[in-house]
C-alpha cells in the first residue's frame, strides 16, 4: 500500500507512465523524493507538453486507492509552458493529503469544486500573500503547513483561512510576517486550535491579529517587547511560546485566563516579576530559563517563588543562571544567596544608626 522512489530523473512521459502504473494499483500512499522533471532533447514547447498535461487530468480524474502524495525535493527541467495548467491539475487532485515540498513552487490554485483535501503541504517553496485568497472549496482543509515561504502580510494570511471551516492546525514559522498597524482587522478561521508563527517579524501589534479560539500558540523568535494588557482576549489559549524575543519580564495573564503553559526562554528578563502565579493562576509549568538574570536583591522574590511553585519552574536549576553582575556571572540561582540585612533597607539604616 506504500511506495518511495528516491532520485528520479526521467523526461515528463516515462514519470507519468509511472504514476499511471502506480494509481491504478492498491498504493494508497506515494512518496518521491529527489524528482527531476526533464522535456526531450529538443526545447519542449506548450504545444508538445500539452497531451502530457492530458495524461496528468485523465490521472487525477481517476477514483483509485491512492489517499497521499508526497513530492519533496523537485526540480522543473521543462520550460516555456504554462504552468498554471500544470497547478490546476494538483489543485483538482482526488485525495486527502498533498504534499509538495522544496519544490520552488510559486503558486497554487483553489480548486474549482469542492475539495476532498484534509491536509496540505506546500512547505519551503515560493508562495506568497495572494495564495488562496477568497477561496470557499477547501470546506475538510484540517492541516495547512506554508512554513518556509514568502508570505508578508499577517492580515492576509487570516483572510486566507476565512472560509476554511474545518482548518484546526496552521504552519506559518519560517516567513517574512509583519503586523505593524494598530486596528487593522484580521479574520480567521473559528475552528483554527493551533497556530506557528514562530521565526516572522511580529512585534507587539500582533496580539491585535490573533484567531479568537486558539489553543495553542507559537511566536518565538520574533520581535515582541512586550504583551499588551487588556489587546488580546484569548480565552481559550492554554500555551504560549515567547521564547527568543525581546521580553523585559513576565506578561501577565489578564486575557489568557485558561493558560497552563508559557514559554519565556531566551528574553531580556533581567529580573522576573515574582508575582506571576498569582496573576496567572492556572500555569502548571513555566519556562523562564536562560534568561540573562540580574543576581541582586530584588531577584530573591523570584528565587523564593521557585520554593513555593511545587516544581512548576521547567529547567531549575541548570537553565537559572546569573548573568549579572560579573562577579557571580556562571552561579546558579538557587546558589545565590542574600543577607536580610542587604536587601532591607530600613533595617540596614537602623543598624547603622544604633552602631554609630
Known amino acids: 500500500t506504500t511506495v518511495t522512489l528516491d532520485a528520479v530523473d526521467l523526461q515528463w512521459a516515462i514519470i507519468l507512465q509511472i504514476f499511471m502504473l502506480i494509481w491504478y494499483s492498491p498504493v494508497e500512499h506515494l512518496t518521491v523524493r529527489n524528482l527531476t522533471f526533464r522535456g526531450p532533447l529538443e526545447k519542449l514547447t506548450e504545444y508538445a507538453f500539452q497531451p502530457l498535461l492530458s495524461s496528468v487530468e485523465q490521472l487525477i480524474s481517476l477514483d483509485g486507492s491512492m489517499k497521499a502524495l508526497t513530492l519533496e525535493h523537485v526540480r522543473n ?29 510559486p503558486h497554487m490554485l483553489c480548486p474549482n469544486k469542492t475539495s476532498s483535501f484534509q491536509c496540505l503541504n506546500f512547505s519551503h ?49 519560517n516567513n517574512l510576517l509583519r503586523h505593524d498597524r494598530a486596528g487593522v482587522q484580521c479574520q480567521w478561521a473559528e475552528s483554527l486550535a493551533e497556530l506557528d ?72 528578563i533581567l529580573t522576573p516579576s515574582a508575582d506571576f502565579f498569582q496573576s496567572c493562576p492556572r500555569v502548571r509549568e513555566l519556562q523562564a530559563g536562560h534568561n540573562p538574570f540580574q543576581c541582586s536583591c530584588e531577584l530573591q522574590a523570584f528565587i523564593r517563588l521557585e520554593r513555593r511553585s511545587g516544581g512548576k519552574l521547567f529547567g531549575w536549576p541548570a537553565a537559572y543562571v546569573c548573568e549579572y553582575p560579573e562577579g557571580l556571572r556562571g552561579t546558579e540561582l538557587k546558589d545565590f544567596h542574600l543577607s536580610p540585612l542587604a536587601c532591607n533597607t530600613t533595617l540596614l539604616l537602623v543598624t547603622a544608626l544604633l552602631l554609630t
Open 125 to 173: 517553496n515560493a508562495l506568497t500573500d495572494e495564495l488562496f485568497q477568497n477561496c470557499g472549496t477547501l470546506v475538510d482543509l484540517k492541516l495547512l503547513i506554508l512554513q518556509k515561504n514568502k508570505f508578508e502580510s499577517l492580515r492576509k494570511v487570516s483572510f486566507m483561512t476565512s472560509r476554511m471551516k474545518s482548518l484546526t492546525y496552521l504552519d506559518m514559522s
Open 77 to 105: 527541467k521543462v520550460y516555456y509552458f504554462n504552468q498554471e495548467i500544470l497547478y490546476r491539475q494538483f489543485s483538482e487532485m482526488n485525495i486527502a493529503n498533498l504534499t509538495i515540498a522544496d519544490a520552488y513552487m
Open 197 to 268: 508563527l514562530s521565526s516572522n517579524q511580529l512585534v507587539d501589534a500582533v496580539f491585535e491579529c490573533l484567531p479568537a479560539n486558539v489553543q495553542k500558540l507559537s511566536l518565538r523568535n520574533n520581535q515582541i517587547s512586550n504583551v499588551p494588557s487588556g489587546v488580546a482576549e484569548l480565552k481559550s489559549l492554554e500555551e504560549l511560546n515567547l521564547a527568543s524575543n525581546r521580553l523585559a519580564d513576565l506578561p501577565g495573564c489578564g486575557g489568557f485566563t485558561s493558560l497552563q503553559f508559557l514559554n519565556v526562554e531566551m528574553n531580556s
